[in-house]
């Protein structure tokens, strides 16, 4: 079937502009997690959801970062007042449950990465 | 928060001999621990996971071990051929808490 899909998959913007990035999961998906990787660098995590409940913001770095994802598919990542230190690739992920059981122990189940948004913000 | 380190940063073996890469966890509750291989360009993929109730883990040419104790796990690929080569990526995540945190990851370049 469809994987994550996201747009656009490149973003060029000047800076102090705002921009809205898309993530549309895997079908049925029930959690949907946003990354930000630099080159050369593994993902680094901002936020996730379960259903349309945003559970941690915590990796958010600051107040112009923001997400939603009101019906529990599709997600934005809107970044306000774009900095050049913002330029990286966003990444958003699903997994099809919130948790796995194995035995009497629970853990997150396996998560599915999107092709990214290239964003540069000159 | 958790903390993963991963080593080595880059590692070149020649085709058909063993690669391993291991990665170290801080958070002791953490107890899922996805590979992911990532070509140039392309999205992060995943090869292999590992929850915390088992020790070894293998599919195929790709095992991974799980050290909880000493709070390490390891990702071990035989016969490697000139298409592994990729940047690989160790994480970790708990129960109810799923902001995975990964390590910084391993170039592996598998010589012809």
């Known amino acids: 079937g469809a994987g994550v899909s996201q747009s656009p998959r490149y973003k060029v913007t000047k800076r102090g502009q705002d921009v809205a990035l898309r993530c549309d999961p895997i079908s049925g998906h029930v959690s949907l997690y946003w990354y930000r990787q630099a080159l050369g660098q593994g993902p680094e995590f901002l936020t996730y959801?379960?259903?349309?409940?945003?559970?941690?913001k915590s990796g958010l770095p600051n107040d112009r970062f923001s997400a939603e994802r009101p019906e529990g598919s599709i997600s934005t990542l809107t970044i306000q007042r774009t900095e050049q230190r913002d330029s990286a690739m966003y990444r958003c992920?699903?997994?099809?449950?919130?948790?796995?059981?194995?035995?009497?122990?629970?853990?997150?189940?396996?998560?599915?990465f999107g092709p990214g948004t290239r964003l540069t913000v000159l | 928060g958790e903390n993963v380190e991963q080593h080595p940063s880059t590692l070149s073996v020649q085709e058909g001999d063993s690669a391993v890469i291991k990665c170290t966890y801080s958070?002791?509750?953490?107890?899922?621990f996805p590979w992911y291989k990532q070509e140039l360009g392309k999205r992060p993929q995943l090869i292999i996971d590992i929850r915390s109730n088992v020790g070894e883990k293998k599919d195929q040419r790709i095992a991974v071990t799980l050290n909880k104790t000493a709070k390490h796990f390891s990702l071990h690929i035989t016969e490697t051929q000139p298409e592994d080569s990729a940047v690989y990526f160790c994480a970790a995540a708990k129960y109810n808490n799923n902001d995975m945190r990964f390590g910084a990851g391993t170039r592996l370049t598998v010589k012809p």
């Open positions: 958070d002791s509750a953490s107890n899922y």
């Open positions: 959801f379960n259903y349309e409940a945003q559970q941690d």
């Open positions: 992920a699903s997994s099809q449950r919130r948790t796995v059981k194995t035995g009497t122990s629970a853990s997150p189940d396996t998560q599915y």
